[in-house]
């Protein structure tokens, strides 16, 4: 913890995004060093009110799962179960991240194409909350281990809804040549399995239509396929489904349309914009909702993902080519901001320090590492001008943001080239400085090597 006599301030730039001042800037990168992830509490509780706002209007029962994949730092997680949320995870590790956190095992639902059989019956002797099966033989196991242990096993069915909508190909997870989730035509076999094995329940169906969604109209229709298949299945089973799950989705605006229009290079493409929220997903389903059902969701980006920017610092700036822009190279490449990288994702980037300069001149923009996909490009463009604009004369030493960088980040760091993971620091309510992840050191680099 960092004690300040003036507790820091963030100011909010474009419509969402915020920065902290230019000298609080400075004692964060000299205090903890770069690149550095700075987080906003009150920013993760602001997520949390709109969402829960939002799906007020639904004026239906609702759970909020959070789908911690988005980013399990411990503070992040200690944090949302303060503020109510229920947790969703992917891998046993994501579940003991969970507990440590303090949430219990009846809070917990575990979604995942590839749960091992320990990973399972860790979860079933826990006794948490659902377990959302994504396969027949995944099933196969866990009638198993709920047999051997006479253990009584909610579960819910991941179904493809056959709905193409998400960011990018890669975030598009619901319809069937991707490899999540049971295809209807599976489900009078998975009856059967049903039907015989007693410690197994079906409390819910799931569906998750992807990520950085465009519409909300896919929620409504992932929505119907779920009641369609409700009714076939309470009536096949004899049963009565409590809950259903519509996953995560809900866009985070990445773009800041700071972008100007006469620039020879277009800006980034809509599917990194924020278009629609909570609400306008309220309205959509609201109609369809029956009364008797809780609607479940798992959101991870929108709660994260505008709660932090990454700090980083030009080490060197470099012409190769009198003709074109000179390039910067930052502490910060692909080891930090993996997506970058396997999606091309687009994090707007600025000149941290004085952030009202014109951005108004090209520059090519590369992480440090050894490989040559190590750059941050406008995505799908490219732009043979530029890869950024920043303001005029950006020097070695300056310190550059990444915004938006909340969701997606820390989870996937890693030491390639023997590079450190970055640090995060969070501005707590009180506007004091606390480090919630330490920088590594040299040891880090060499301790699991034999
Ligand atoms: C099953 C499931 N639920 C929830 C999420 C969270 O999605 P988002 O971060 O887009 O809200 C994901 C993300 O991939 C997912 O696969």
């Given at each position: 913890m960092l004690t300040l006599k003036k507790p820091l301030k963030p100011i909010v730039i474009y419509k969402n995004a915020?920065?902290?001042?230019?000298?609080?800037?400075?004692?964060?990168?000299?205090?903890?060093?770069?690149?550095?992830?700075?987080?906003?509490?009150?920013?993760?509780?602001?997520?949390?009110?709109?969402?829960?706002?939002?799906?007020?209007?639904?004026?239906?029962?609702?759970?909020?799962?959070?789908?911690?994949?988005?980013?399990?730092?411990?503070?992040?997680?200690?944090?949302?179960?303060?503020?109510?949320l229920d947790l969703e995870v992917n891998s046993v590790g994501e579940l003991w991240k969970g507990l440590k956190a303090g949430y219990k095992?009846?809070?917990?639902?575990?979604?995942?194409?590839?749960?091992?059989?320990?990973?399972?019956?860790?979860?079933?002797?826990?006794?948490?909350?659902?377990?959302?099966?994504?396969?027949?033989?995944?099933?196969?196991?866990?009638?198993?281990?709920?047999s051997r242990y006479r253990k009584d096993v909610p579960i819910a069915l991941r179904l493809v809804p056959?709905?193409?909508?998400?960011?990018?190909?890669?975030?598009?997870?619901?319809?069937?040549?991707?490899?999540?989730?049971?295809?209807?035509?599976?489900?009078?076999?998975?009856?059967?399995?049903?039907k015989d094995h007693p410690y197994?329940?079906?409390?819910?169906?799931?569906?998750?239509?992807?990520?950085?969604?465009?519409?909300?109209?896919?929620?409504?229709?992932?929505?119907?396929?779920?009641?369609?298949?409700?009714k076939e299945l309470e009536k096949a089973l004899k049963t009565e489904i409590k809950h259903l799950n519509l996953g995560g989705g809900l866009p985070v605006e990445y773009r800041h349309e700071a972008y100007p229009q006469k620039a020879p290079c277009p800006g980034p493409d809509k599917s990194f914009a924020q278009s629609f929220g909570p609400k306008e997903m309220a309205l959509v389903l609201k109609d369809v909702v029956p009364q008797d059902i809780v609607?479940?969701?798992?959101?991870?980006?929108?709660?994260?993902?505008n709660t932090a920017f990454l700090l980083t610092r030009v080490v060197r700036k470099k012409t190769i080519s009198a003709r074109t822009a000179p390039w910067l190279i930052l502490d910060a490449g692909f080891n930090v901001l993996l997506e970058a990288l396997s999606y091309r994702w687009y994090f707007?980037?600025?000149?941290?320090?004085?952030?009202?300069?014109?951005?108004?001149?090209?520059?090519?923009?590369?992480g440090p590492l050894c490989d040559g996909g190590d750059i941050f490009p406008i995505p799908h463009t490219n732009c043979p001008f530029y890869h950024r604009l920043l303001p005029e004369n950006v020097e070695e030493g300056e310190l550059l943001a990444f915004l938006d960088t909340g969701a997606y980040t820390l989870e996937q760091m890693?030491?390639?080239?023997?590079?450190?993971?970055?640090?995060?620091?969070?501005?707590?309510?009180?506007?004091?400085?606390?480090?919630?992840?330490?920088?590594?050191?040299?040891?880090?680099?060499w301790a699991n090597d034999l």
């Amino acid at each position: 913890m960092l004690t300040l006599k003036k507790p820091l301030k963030p100011i909010v730039i474009y419509k969402n995004a915020w920065l902290l001042e230019a000298p609080a800037l400075q004692l964060l990168a000299e205090e903890f060093g770069t690149p550095l992830f700075v987080f906003w509490e009150e920013r993760l509780w602001q997520n949390v009110a709109e969402l829960k706002e939002g799906l007020g209007l639904l004026e239906s029962n609702f759970r909020l799962f959070y789908a911690c994949k988005a980013n399990a730092n411990l503070s992040i997680l200690r944090t949302l179960l303060e503020a109510g949320l229920d947790l969703e995870v992917n891998s046993v590790g994501e579940l003991w991240k969970g507990l440590k956190a303090g949430y219990k095992p009846q809070q917990i639902i575990f979604n995942g194409v590839g749960k091992s059989e320990r990973e399972l019956k860790e979860a079933i002797l826990q006794g948490i909350h659902c377990i959302n099966v994504d396969s027949l033989s995944e099933l196969m196991d866990i009638v198993h281990i709920a047999s051997r242990y006479r253990k009584d096993v909610p579960i819910a069915l991941r179904l493809v809804p056959e709905i193409k909508d998400g960011g990018l190909e890669g975030l598009e997870t619901g319809h069937s040549q991707t490899k999540f989730g049971l295809p209807p035509s599976q489900l009078p076999e998975i009856c059967k399995v049903l039907k015989d094995h007693p410690y197994v329940h079906l409390s819910g169906l799931h569906t998750h239509v992807g990520s950085q969604l465009s519409n909300p109209v896919s929620y409504r229709l992932a929505l119907e396929r779920l009641l369609g298949l409700r009714k076939e299945l309470e009536k096949a089973l004899k049963t009565e489904i409590k809950h259903l799950n519509l996953g995560g989705g809900l866009p985070v605006e990445y773009r800041h349309e700071a972008y100007p229009q006469k620039a020879p290079c277009p800006g980034p493409d809509k599917s990194f914009a924020q278009s629609f929220g909570p609400k306008e997903m309220a309205l959509v389903l609201k109609d369809v909702v029956p009364q008797d059902i809780v609607l479940y969701f798992e959101p991870g980006r929108r709660l994260v993902g505008n709660t932090a920017f990454l700090l980083t610092r030009v080490v060197r700036k470099k012409t190769i080519s009198a003709r074109t822009a000179p390039w910067l190279i930052l502490d910060a490449g692909f080891n930090v901001l993996l997506e970058a990288l396997s999606y091309r994702w687009y994090f707007h980037l600025i000149a941290a320090e004085r952030p009202q300069a014109p951005h108004n001149t090209g520059y090519f923009v590369a992480g440090p590492l050894c490989d040559g996909g190590d750059i941050f490009p406008i995505p799908h463009t490219n732009c043979p001008f530029y890869h950024r604009l920043l303001p005029e004369n950006v020097e070695e030493g300056e310190l550059l943001a990444f915004l938006d960088t909340g969701a997606y980040t820390l989870e996937q760091m890693t030491y390639y080239n023997g590079r450190l993971p970055a640090a995060a620091v969070l501005i707590d309510r009180k506007g004091q400085i606390r480090l919630i992840r330490k920088r590594e050191t040299s040891q880090a680099l060499w301790a699991n090597d034999l």
